[in-house]
């Protein structure tokens, strides 16, 4: 953890339309009364990992099998779609008991989710991509494990997986049939398992880390993900005066929860309500963001591919955009460049481009075609899959990053 004072993580906090902030020195003491499960326990989820999988893929990868599981995997893409033949026998039981959805889910409220995300599209676009994935490199924890494992060496085609994974949540059918946010999810699923597999066996990431017995992703940090996803886009929404309904929030709420269930976290961590998730975020993200130099470098490839693409604005822009978002303290740690002129015209431009669009300024801000191409660029990056031509299968790593 960063030696933050209480003062500073209050105006991170802030920063990040999180208002409630916990004292970073207090142990684990979130309620799972707030959870989906209900039960009035505090269980530390830094210490529960994914016994239903992991041992699973730890046998395939020792065995050798992943490669054909992989080839398997290519063809299964729809919920809908029976498990692909040919796979081995423990991992067609494994998935016939784990490839759908939680007995809880609700049907209503995911669909109502769809037509949210349409709606939200150009700020969801703008906010995962530019706040949530830049968010990823200053959690120490997941900024280590991607930056040493197999995909942080080849970063463009691990952006082309997650925008895989982000398309498919966000498309209309994601949890029908025909959609393909399960199957995605399942093969995330896996490839986190195989990730807890392989580190431990890479010295420079056994040197860095400090996860809890060298074992990575832990419910926890599913968790702090989560909150650097959809708690913090919920946030930035609010802050930003865009109109929600309480069913649309809800619902927005729901995807995620669904979502995470699907990637193996418990019922008792997941918040059930947004101030349940609000105060959880509290706890498990913002006292533990800060620079690593596996961050600083994940953060300058991440905002160079975006920079690939033509969004009309400097690189200068981009950058104070990404600060703009996420603060001045997560730019400094990052060591993003200044462009001061940018910033003054995002801080008053911005503003303007979103009341006019909700429709609760009529002025047309001048520098609204700024804006607008900007925001349209960045759906473009995401429904071209990251500038990759084809779409990108997940599939499961057999090593760590090479050399
Ligand atoms: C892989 C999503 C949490 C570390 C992936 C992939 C997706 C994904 C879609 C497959 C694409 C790829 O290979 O890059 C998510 C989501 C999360 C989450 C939605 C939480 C809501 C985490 C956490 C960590 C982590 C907490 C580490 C602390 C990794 C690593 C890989 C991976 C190391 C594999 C990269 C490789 O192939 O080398 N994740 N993840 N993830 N994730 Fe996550």
């Known amino acids: 953890m960063q030696n933050l004072s209480r003062r500073s993580v209050l105006t991170l906090g802030a920063a990040l339309g999180v208002t409630a902030v916990a004292d970073p020195s207090k142990a684990w003491a979130w309620s799972s009364a707030e959870s989906i499960a209900a039960v009035d326990t505090v269980t530390d989820p830094w210490k529960v990992w994914d016994d239903a999988t992991d041992p699973l893929v730890a046998s395939l990868l020792d065995n050798g099998q992943i490669p054909a599981v992989n080839a398997a995997f290519a063809s299964w893409r729809a919920n809908g779609d029976p498990l692909p033949a040919g796979l081995p026998a423990n991992l067609t039981t494994y998935l016939q008991q784990v490839n759908t959805l939680p007995s809880w889910a609700d049907q209503?409220?995911?669909?109502?989710?769809?037509?949210?995300?349409?709606?939200?599209?150009?700020?969801?676009?703008?906010?995962?991509?530019?706040?949530?994935?830049?968010?990823?490199?200053?959690?120490?924890?997941?900024?280590?494990?991607?930056?040493?494992?197999?995909?942080?060496?080849?970063?463009?085609?691990r952006a082309a997986k997650t925008f895989t994974y982000g398309y498919d949540l966000s498309a209309l059918d994601a949890f029908q049939p025909t959609g393909g946010f399960v199957v995605t999810s399942n093969k995330t699923r896996l490839t986190h398992a195989a990730v807890r597999h392989l580190l431990p066996t890479s010295a420079k990431w056994r040197a860095v880390t400090d996860d809890q017995d060298f074992i990575p992703i832990s419910n926890g940090d599913i968790l702090v993900t989560f909150h650097s996803l959809g708690t913090y886009v919920h946030g930035k929404l609010k802050q930003w005066g865009i109109r929600m309904s309480a069913a649309e929030e809800e619902a927005y709420l729901h995807q995620w929860q669904v979502a995470l269930h699907l990637l193996g976290v418990r019922d008792d961590f997941i918040p059930a309500s947004w101030a349940a998730a609000k105060s959880q975020s509290a706890y498990v993200l913002t006292p533990i963001m800060g620079s690593t130099p596996e961050g600083v470098a994940l953060a300058d490839i991440l905002l160079n591919l975006v920079s690939q693409v033509d969004l009309g604005v400097t690189k200068g822009f981009q950058r104070e955009f990404a600060r703009y978002v996420l603060s001045d303290k997560i730019g400094d740690w990052l060591k993003l460049p200044r462009d001061y002129a940018s910033r003054t015209l995002i801080e008053v431009g911005w503003p303007a481009y979103v009341a006019f669009r909700e429709g609760l300024s009529p002025i047309i801000p001048t520098s609204f075609s700024v804006f607008d191409q900007f925001v349209r660029g960045l759906a473009m990056l995401f429904l071209n899959n990251g500038t990759s031509p084809t779409y990108t299968p997940i599939t499961i790593p057999t090593g760590n990053r090479p050399g």
């Open 108 to 157: 209503t409220k995911l669909a109502r989710a769809a037509q949210f995300n349409k709606r939200m599209s150009l700020y969801l676009f703008l906010l995962y991509g530019l706040g949530s994935g830049i968010m990823s490199t200053v959690i120490p924890r997941e900024a280590r494990n991607v930056y040493w494992s197999e995909g942080g060496a080849v970063m463009q085609s």
